[in-house]
């Protein structure tokens, strides 16, 4: 049985090079989401709304912003997620 092995020295050079744009997309994420969770409760302040009905805003925004973080880090490593729109 002849086993081959994978040559990561071509795989080292891509990550190093698409980290630092996959942790600003990271941060900015984090950062959207502090604003905009904070956003909701000045609104929540100021309007009608409770926090138990701004909630499912909030965790709605969170889980949008995250999905489309992810797709954006992996796009900066080279992943094709143009087809996962469909």
């Known amino acids: 049985m002849h086993l081959t092995t994978f040559d990561f020295s071509e795989l080292?050079?891509?990550i190093i090079s698409a980290t630092p744009p996959a942790l600003i997309i990271i941060v900015g994420a984090v950062a959207l989401n502090m604003l905009l969770s904070r956003a909701l409760a000045v609104v929540a302040r100021r309007?009608?709304?409770?926090e138990q009905e701004i909630g499912p805003?909030?965790?709605a925004i969170k889980?949008?912003?995250g999905v489309a973080a992810l797709v954006f880090v992996l796009g900066a490593f080279g992943f094709n997620v143009a087809g996962m729109a469909c």
């Open 47 to 50: 309007t009608h709304f409770t």
């Open 12 to 14: 080292v050079p891509v």
């Open 57 to 59: 805003v909030r965790r």
């Open 63 to 65: 889980w949008m912003i």
